[in-house]
C-alpha cells in the first residue's frame, strides 16, 4: 500500500475502533483502541492457523509502516505542540521547579537505576544481554506519557498544580530521554566509546538548541499572527509552525519534542493573550483538540497492531512482566528522592508521590525508540539484544497503559478523599502538589 492508502486504513481503524469502544467497552479512548487493535492482531494470529496467507498480508502490509519514523518524525511534533498549546504558563512556572528536576535529573536517575536492574534481572533469568543495551532500554523506558491518563485527572478532580506536574514533566522529559538514549546508542553501535565532553556538547547542541529555536520560532509566528486577524490563517500559521518547525528542528540537529514545547507554550500563552481575537482562540482550540484527538486515536491503534510484527517468546514475555515492577520501582525512587527533599521548603499534596509515581505511564515514544536500535551494526555484525529490548519494552508499555491507566482514577479519588478527610473543612487545602 502507498502512503494514502495506508494513511486511510490506519484512519478508518482508528474510527471503527473508537466507536467500538464508545459503544461497547467504554473504557477512556486510549486504552481502548489499544486493546481492540491488539485483539484484532491476536485474531489475525488466530486466523493464520487456518489462511496463512491472511496473516502474512497483514504483517507485510505493518512492516511497511516505519513506527518509527511515523512517531518520532511526524506526529510527536504535533501532539506536543497541541498538549503544550493548552498549557498555563502561569501555572507551569510555579511548578518549574518540581517540572525540571522531574524531568532531567529524575529521567537520568531512572535510566540508570532500569538499566542497573534489568541487567541484574536479565543475569538471573539466564538472558545473554550487554550492559549497554540495558542502559539503552533505561533510556527508552524512562520518559512519561501522560495522554491515557490526563482526562482521568480531569475527570475526578484532580489538584490543578499536581495535575500541571504530570503534564509538565511529560512535556519535557521526551526530549531529555532522546538526547540520552542517542548517546548511549552510539556508545551501543561502537560509533563513539564513552565520552563526557561528547555526550555534553549532544545535550547543549539537542536540549538547549532546541529552546532557544523554539523560542525563535514562537517569536516569528507571533509576529505573523499579529498582522493578521483572519482564523483560517491564523490556525494555518499555527500548523506550519508545528510541522514546518518540527521538520527543521530535524534537519539542523536540534530537539524537535523540545523546540515544539516551547513554540506551543509561547504561542498557546503570548499570542493568545495579545495577538487573537476571540473568534480565533475558538477556532484555534477546536482545530487543535479534534488534531491532538485522531492522532493519540491512530497512535494508540498503531501500538496494538504492532503486536503482530513483534516477536515474542515465553522468555521475552516472562522478562517483560518481571521488568514492569522494576521500572515502576525506578520510577518510585526518581519522584520520592527528590520531592522529599523539596517538601523541606515546599508543601506537597498529601499522597503526590504516589500519584506521581503511578501516573507516569509509558507509552508510543518508548515503542518508537526501541523499533529504531538497528538490527546489525557497521561491520554487518547482527544485534541479538534489539529483539529482546524492543519485546519486553512492548510488554512493559501495554502492562503500564492498562494497569495504570484504569487504576489511577480510583487511587486518586481515594488519595483526595482521604486528603479532604484529614482537614477540616474550612482549611481543605488549594493543593500545593
Known sequence: MDLFQLSAALLSLAAIFSYLNHRFLRLPTTIGLMLIAMTTSIAMVAVGVLFPSVEASARQHLSGIDF???????????????????????????????IGVLATGGVLMST?????????????MGV???????????????????????????????????????????LFNDGMAVVAFLGLL?????????????????????????VLYGLALGFVALAMLRKVDDYKVEVL??????????????????????????????????????????????HLDDFWELMDEILNAVLFVLIGLELLIIT????????????????????????ALPVSLMKRRRPFTPGAIRILTWGGLRGGVSVALALSIPGKLADGSLVPEREIVLSITYVVVVTSIVLQGLTIGPLLRRTIAAAAAAQPEDRLPEAAA
Do not use: W
Open 312 to 335: 515474542f517468546n515465553g522468555q521475552s514475555v516472562l522478562a517483560g512482566m518481571l521488568a514492569f515492577p522494576v521500572v515502576l520501582l525506578a520510577r518510585f525512587i526518581a519522584v
Open 68 to 98: 518509527n519514523r511515523t512517531l518520532m518524525q511526524g506526529m510527536l511534533g504535533f501532539l506536543l505542540f497541541a498538549a503544550a498549546l493548552h498549557v498555563n504558563l502561569a501555572d507551569l512556572k510555579k511548578q518549574r521547579l518540581v
Open 128 to 170: 545473554e544481554i550487554r550492559p549497554i543495551y540495558c542502559m539503552l532500554f533505561g533510556a527508552l523506558i524512562s520518559p512519561t506519557d501522560p495522554i491515557a491518563v490526563l482526562g482521568v485527572l480531569k475527570h475526578v478532580g484532580a489538584p490543578k498544580e499536581l495535575e500541571m506536574k504530570i503534564a509538565g514533566e511529560s
Open 237 to 282: 500559521l499555527s500548523l506550519a509552525t508545528a510541522a514546518g518547525g518540527y521538520a527543521l528542528a530535524y534537519a539542523i540537529h536540534v530537539s524537535g519534542p523540545i523546540a515544539m514545547v516551547v513554540a506551543g507554550l509561547f504561542i498557546g500563552n503570548e499570542a493568545r493573550a495579545g495577538a487573537m481575537s476571540e473568534k480565533t482562540r475558538e
Open 112 to 124: 540508570l537505576l532500569v538499566g542497573g536492574m534489568t541487567y541484574g534481572l536479565m543475569t538471573l
Open 186 to 210: 552510539e556508545i551501543a553501535s561502537g560509533t563513539s566509546g564513552f565520552d563526557l565532553q561528547r555526550l555534553s556538547l549532544l545535550f547543549v547542541q539537542e536540549a538547549i538548541g532546541g
